[in-house]
């Protein structure tokens, strides 16, 4: 197909959906690619047993159209996946969106034509789309990290990846199964994994924190007063540093202005109530390691608890400061290795060697299975932006442009890629944050900032060289302040072997918002915008 539109988007999760409703509601022509058969992003892919969203229901979800929120029901605290993929569908019915998203399509390349000031945009299934906006709703975590172990096309039992989990779900009842890693997708899936397997052996490179969900159906009543004001909830949880949470309770003083029983008594009441809520127990928990090692005690306690085998508690006691990685939330993952068909091997000291026929190798040990399960993560938010062939001014390849790790402005714009947009891209509060939240601020953002463009005859914006460099400098300067680059995360790349060491989401939303409002009250200060040449 060769069509010439006015934008081009890559990705039909939360983010391409939203910014494809936007733009075609000013008028614009738009096409969605997007490689899945189906909408929904990372909750297309991610089918593993357990998977669901660490954000509460009531707040993961789109609140541009009020109609929406109110008629949509919601029937966990926290939502699994098959339901926000329902939800996912759902708009995408609602709105139409379809017809304008070709599926099963990847981009190939995407080059910026200098003279024409418009984008060529190739596919996989042959199709040439010149457009004038290039806008990447790609995902922070839809490129998958799979080691490549030795022997890996040995190995006689299935493999699978928690991130491309396949579409009719796998049943492990009678196996022997290796879980590989002990991230999110980890501390979810074993406990139902477990609860299938003959045996299943869980290969753990660096012990992590997990609280509590205590997931629950949702309480009508609680469901109707946030929808008696659906509004104020949401206005309250963009004042949040992380865009979400405005329900519970955040307690600013230091934890050490309290005493150890204060401490503990404050930590207790939040590991009750569950979830990410137990980070705000003290206001300097991110901050000061001496307040975060309480924390962090407090829940090596719980585990040396939970857990009845002591040197299997102490392997599964983390070592780094809490929330540096991100903090998991778990429904069972502890009492799990108190079965006895569940066995915790460590690979920190000695790392998977290679796969073998019957299984893999570490510590000079073969452990034998069915099935592996490879929990290992993703290249995350600049995996799927730098695996497209894109293009900027001259021949700028996008790989080249960010060889010293990835340089936005505002992570939104990027220096020599005039008209390309990064939804929730490197620079920006992305995944610290309740992702759908800032999805519709920077659908907002660019709605708004392509409707000026097009008012004022405008035919590009670009980021200048000076505010993205500042840009880089402020987003490392704020995370510098906290914890956050303490340990090795995947926030900082740092997963990934050869990745350059930068920290990449930008700490706090209110803040971020309010300099992308200046930014564009002031004629998009930072960017350099051009006229039409004729
Ligand atoms: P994560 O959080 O990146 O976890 C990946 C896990 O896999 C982590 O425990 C890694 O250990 C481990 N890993 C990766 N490579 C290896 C090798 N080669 N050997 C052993 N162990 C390995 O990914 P998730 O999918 O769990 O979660 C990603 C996000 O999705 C999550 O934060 C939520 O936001 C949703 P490491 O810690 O690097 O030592």
């Given at each position: 197909?060769?069509?010439?539109?006015?934008?081009?988007?890559?990705?039909?999760?939360?983010?391409?959906?939203?910014?494809?409703?936007?733009?075609?509601?000013?008028?614009?022509?738009?096409?969605?690619?997007?490689?899945?058969?189906?909408?929904?992003?990372?909750?297309?892919?991610?089918?593993?047993?357990?998977?669901?969203?660490?954000?509460?229901?009531?707040?993961?979800?789109?609140?541009?159209?009020?109609?929406?929120?109110?008629?949509?029901?919601?029937?966990?605290?926290?939502?699994?996946?098959?339901?926000?993929?329902?939800?996912?569908?759902?708009?995408?019915?609602?709105?139409?969106?379809?017809?304008?998203?070709?599926?099963?399509?990847?981009?190939?390349?995407?080059?910026?034509?200098?003279?024409?000031?418009?984008?060529?945009?190739?596919?996989?299934?042959?199709?040439?789309?010149?457009?004038?906006?290039?806008?990447?709703?790609?995902?922070?975590?839809?490129?998958?990290?799979?080691?490549?172990?030795?022997?890996?096309?040995?190995?006689?039992?299935?493999?699978?990846?928690?991130?491309?989990?396949?579409?009719?779900?796998?049943?492990?009842?009678?196996?022997?199964?290796?879980?590989?890693?002990?991230?999110?997708?980890?501390?979810?899936?074993?406990?139902?994994?477990?609860?299938?397997?003959?045996?299943?052996?869980?290969?753990?490179?660096?012990?992590?924190?997990?609280?509590?969900?205590?997931?629950?159906?949702?309480?009508?009543?609680?469901?109707?007063?946030?929808?008696?004001?659906?509004?104020?909830?949401?206005?309250?949880?963009?004042?949040?540093?992380?865009?979400?949470?405005?329900?519970?309770?955040?307690?600013?003083?230091?934890?050490?202005?309290?005493?150890?029983?204060?401490?503990?008594?404050?930590?207790?009441?939040?590991?009750?109530?569950?979830?990410?809520?137990?980070?705000?127990?003290?206001?300097?928990?991110?901050?000061?390691?001496?307040?975060?090692?309480?924390?962090?005690?407090?829940?090596?306690?719980?585990?040396?608890?939970?857990?009845?085998?002591?040197?299997?508690?102490?392997?599964?006691?983390?070592?780094?400061?809490?929330?540096?990685?991100?903090?998991?939330?778990?429904?069972?993952?502890?009492?799990?290795?108190?079965?006895?068909?569940?066995?915790?091997?460590?690979?920190?000291?000695?790392?998977?060697?290679?796969?073998?026929?019957?299984?893999?190798?570490?510590?000079?040990?073969?452990?034998?299975?069915?099935?592996?399960?490879?929990?290992?993560?993703?290249?995350?938010m600049t995996g799927s932006i730098l695996r497209i062939d894109i293009r900027g001014r001259n021949g700028l390849a996008i790989g080249d442009a960010w060889e010293a790790g990835p340089t936005t402005y505002l992570g939104l714009g990027v220096v020599g890629f005039p008209?390309?947009?990064?939804?929730?891209?490197?620079?920006?509060?992305?995944?610290?944050?309740?992702?759908?939240?800032?999805?519709?601020?920077?659908?907002?953002?660019?709605?708004?900032?392509?409707?000026?463009?097009?008012?004022?005859?405008?035919?590009?914006?670009?980021?200048?060289?000076?505010?993205?460099?500042?840009?880089?400098?402020?987003?490392?300067?704020?995370?510098?302040?906290?914890?956050?680059?303490?340990?090795?995360?995947?926030?900082?790349?740092?997963?990934?072997?050869?990745?350059?060491?930068?920290?990449?989401?930008?700490?706090?939303?209110?803040?971020?918002?309010?300099?992308?409002?200046?930014?564009?009250?002031?004629?998009?200060?930072?960017?350099?915008?051009?006229?039409?040449?004729?």
């Amino acid at each position: 197909m060769n069509e010439s539109l006015d934008a081009v988007v890559v990705g039909a999760g939360f983010a391409g959906m939203a910014m494809l409703h936007r733009l075609r509601s000013m008028g614009l022509s738009v096409r969605v690619i997007e490689r899945a058969d189906g909408v929904g992003g990372t909750w297309h892919w991610n089918r593993y047993p357990g998977a669901r969203c660490d954000v509460e229901s009531m707040e993961y979800s789109y609140q541009f159209d009020d109609e929406l929120q109110q008629e949509w029901e919601w029937t966990e605290r926290y939502a699994a996946q098959p339901e926000i993929l329902r939800y996912a569908n759902h708009v995408a019915d609602r709105f139409d969106l379809r017809d304008d998203i070709s599926f099963e399509t990847s981009v190939s390349s995407a080059v910026f034509d200098d003279d024409a000031s418009r984008w060529t945009v190739t596919t996989d299934q042959g199709d040439t789309i010149d457009a004038t906006y290039f806008i990447l709703a790609v995902g922070c975590l839809s490129s998958t990290n799979m080691p490549e172990f030795p022997g890996a096309e040995k190995f006689q039992g299935n493999t699978y990846h928690t991130g491309q989990w396949p579409h009719e779900g796998v049943d492990f009842t009678g196996l022997r199964v290796g879980v590989i890693g002990t991230g999110s997708s980890a501390i979810q899936s074993i406990p139902i994994i477990a609860e299938e397997a003959t045996h299943l052996t869980v290969f753990q490179r660096t012990a992590n924190y997990a609280v509590p969900a205590h997931n629950r159906s949702l309480d009508p009543d609680a469901v109707a007063a946030i929808k008696a004001d659906y509004g104020d909830f949401r206005a309250r949880n963009s004042l949040q540093n992380g865009a979400f949470g405005a329900n519970t309770d955040r307690n600013e003083a230091p934890a050490q202005s309290a005493t150890q029983e204060e401490r503990n008594a404050a930590f207790e009441r939040r590991w009750q109530e569950g979830g990410f809520g137990f980070l705000r127990a003290f206001g300097d928990l991110a901050l000061d390691p001496v307040s975060n090692e309480f924390a962090a005690e407090f829940v090596r306690a719980k585990i040396a608890e939970i857990v009845d085998d002591p040197q299997t508690a102490a392997l599964l006691a983390p070592k780094q400061t809490i929330g540096c990685k991100r903090l998991c939330v778990d429904t069972g993952y502890f009492e799990t290795f108190n079965r006895d068909n569940v066995e915790l091997i460590d690979v920190s000291q000695a790392p998977i060697e290679r796969l073998t026929p019957a299984g893999l190798v570490t510590g000079g040990r073969e452990h034998e299975f069915d099935a592996i399960v490879f929990a290992t993560g993703f290249d995350a938010m600049t995996g799927s932006i730098l695996r497209i062939d894109i293009r900027g001014r001259n021949g700028l390849a996008i790989g080249d442009a960010w060889e010293a790790g990835p340089t936005t402005y505002l992570g939104l714009g990027v220096v020599g890629f005039p008209n390309m947009f990064t939804i929730s891209g490197p620079g920006s509060p992305s995944v610290l944050t309740n992702m759908i939240v800032s999805i519709e601020q920077h659908v907002g953002w660019i709605g708004d900032c392509i409707d000026h463009l097009r008012s004022h005859d405008l035919q590009t914006i670009e980021a200048t060289e000076e505010a993205a460099s500042l840009w880089v400098d402020h987003v490392n300067a704020v995370a510098e302040m906290t914890l956050f680059t303490s340990c090795n995360s995947w926030y900082l790349g740092a997963n990934i072997e050869g990745k350059k060491r930068v920290f990449m989401p930008l700490i706090g939303y209110p803040p971020y918002v309010e300099m992308c409002d200046r930014v564009a009250a002031n004629g998009y200060e930072g960017f350099a915008l051009a006229g039409a040449s004729v």
